[in-house]
Nanobody, 118 residues
Framework: QVQLVESGGGLVQPGGSLRLSCAAS????????MGWYRQAPGEQRELVAT???????NYADSVKGRFTISRDNAKNAVYLQMNSLKPEDTAVYYC????????????WGQGTQVTVSS
């Protein structure tokens, strides 16, 4: 009974910015790591950025310097600020969270579409 819901996707021009949000709800004791992944048409899902409960971050090389991941533990939320967007950033972006209930297990959101095009 855990649900992750993403929001903030849309259509932007190259060089533009978007801020993605993900909020987790349900039977949550705590959340360990959270992250953002993306999947472009015809491609496998890939990691974009992760953040631990203590705030340590990790980024894919392709987004370093352009994207910033952050979280609000009190709200069980994670965010992805995306700047200087490129057409190759076009993908469905998925939120992921390692949720502690009785066990620790990963949950995924349904995804939000990001399209970067003129």
């Amino acid at each position: 009974q855990v649900q992750l819901v993403e929001s903030g996707g849309g259509l932007v021009q190259p060089g533009g910015s978007l801020r993605l949000s993900c909020a987790a709800s349900g039977s949550i004791f705590s959340i360990n790591a959270m992250g953002w992944y993306r999947q472009a048409p015809g491609e496998q899902r890939e990691l974009v950025a992760t953040i631990t409960s203590g705030g340590s971050t990790n980024y894919a090389d392709s987004v370093k310097g352009r994207f910033t991941i952050s979280r609000d533990n009190a709200k069980n939320a994670v965010y992805l600020q995306m700047n200087s967007l490129k057409p190759e950033d076009t993908a469905v972006y998925y939120c992921n969270a390692a949720v502690v209930t009785g066990w620790i297990r990963p949950y995924w959101g349904q995804g939000t579409q990001v399209t970067v095009s003129s």
